[in-house]
Nanobody, 130 residues
Framework: QVQLVESGGGLVQPGGPLRLSCTAS????????IGWFRQAPGKEREGVSC??????????YYRDSVKGRFTISRDNTKNTVYLQVNSLKPEDTAVYYC?????????????????????WGQGTQVTVSS
């Protein structure tokens, strides 16, 4: 069955980096867009980034607050999608989830919506604190 496993989270000081990984199994990774989301305590889950499949056009999307700091990429040979997170801020603290999209492409008009994705990992905690 479809499985997504996130890793790489942890405690990091403000300004520090992390690399989050999403390892997929049970489906052909490059046939689907993959999204990263996050959810802070007491807040709704929000879309952070999305990457279309290479079978599509490999296009990437980011929410405004992470542009220039976060980079999404994929290595289909390892069945893994990465989220490099740099210059971390306390407001980036959240559980980070990856999710499998329904199509080749991230939806240009709604990639940030959880309803665009049909399978989710269990999440990895990122805590930014001094």
């Amino acid at each position: 069955q479809v499985q997504l496993v996130e890793s790489g989270g942890g405690l990091v000081q403000p300004g520090g980096p992390l690399r989050l990984s999403c390892t997929a199994s049970g489906f052909t990774l490059d046939h689907y867009a993959i999204g990263w989301f996050r959810q802070a305590p007491g807040k709704e889950r929000e879309g952070v980034s999305c990457i279309s499949s290479n079978d599509g056009d490999g296009s990437t999307y980011y929410r405004d607050s992470v542009k220039g700091r976060f980079t999404i990429s994929r290595d289909n040979t390892k069945n893994t999608v990465y989220l490099q997170v740099n210059s971390l801020k306390p407001e980036d603290t959240a559980v980070y989830y990856c999710a499998k999209g329904q199509y080749l492409y991230c939806s240009a008009w709604g990639w940030w919506a959880p309803a665009e994705y049909d399978d989710w990992g269990q999440g990895t905690q990122v805590t930014v604190s001094s």
